[in-house]
């Protein structure tokens, strides 16, 4: 086998993993994005002196923009 191959099926090997570290850590984002959105809607996470309205209308934008970037991720493959 040439050098030339060997070195494309490594670096196909290479994408391949950065692809799954990639889908991992959007997952989690969306996982902990809705997790902080949550705890703002339900007042479990405030913060200082900023009014809980405020707070819970941050959150609500923090899981709508959530669920988009997850709807718009299945949509667009």
């Not at 799954?20 to 703002?40: E, K, P, Y």
Request: hydrophobic share 55%; proline share 3%; net charge positive.
């Amino acid at each position: 086998m040439s050098q030339e191959k060997i070195k494309n099926k490594k670096e196909v090997k290479k994408m391949g993993e950065n692809n799954l570290i990639g889908i991992l850590t959007w997952i989690v984002g969306i996982i902990v994005a809705l997790a902080v959105g949550s705890g703002m809607i339900d007042n479990t996470l405030s913060i200082p002196g900023i009014p809980e309205i405020i707070t819970a209308m941050a959150g609500w934008v923090v899981v709508v923009g959530a669920i988009m970037s997850l709807v718009l991720a299945i949509f667009n493959k």
